[in-house]
């Protein structure tokens, strides 16, 4: 298999030895940043028990909310793929834009025309110094694999995400797709 290399809109693939992290135990995360000052991308499959109107009452809509990562989590950061109605949007990769107008989005939410299909909603962001990055990947924490799941990557059907990579990368990889998340209770 042809090594992918880290770079914005790549997608960084949990190794299954990454026992025991809650953030990145069998994290899949988009990267939507790579460059010389550092590495930014978001958790897609680790959903936190709260909605997005939980979080601001003045939004009407009930969206899941995933924990992008285990910086600023106290920050609430979204992915989309409607640039053409969000103002100061950022161009991940094949169709999925990063942050915008936040008060833009919930005026949107609110009359209806944001459904919650076309965005995702993260408290927090998984970032490294590049170094720091390399230095993982150098030991076996992570592999790189490309975005195949554009089309999906903003609906609620991204749960099974490292599963479906783990079988996809094969070999021993595919052996880890059916383990329990902790191995003791194998």
Known sequence: ???VL????KLLISE??????????????LLTEFNTEGVVGFILNKPLDCTLDQLIPEISLKL???????VEMDNLYFLHNIPHLIPNSHLIEDGIYWGGD?????????????????????LGYSGWERSQLETELDGNSWVVAKNTDSKELLSDN???????????????????SNAPENPSYN
């Not at 299954?16 to 995360?29: A, C, E, K, L, Q």
């Open 158 to 176: 991204m749960h099974d995400i490292w599963k479906r990579n783990m079988k996809t990368l094969g070999g021993a990889y595919e052996l880890w």
């Open 6 to 9: 880290p770079e914005k809109g």
């Open 102 to 122: 936040f008060n833009v989005v919930s005026a949107l939410i609110n009359c209806g025309t944001i459904t919650g299909n076309e965005i995702k909603f993260f």
């Open 16 to 29: 299954p030895s990454i026992i025991g992290d809650d953030s990145f135990s069998r994290s899949v995360i």
């Open 64 to 70: 899941e909310v995933y924990q992008g990562g285990p």
């Open 1 to 3: 298999m042809k090594q």
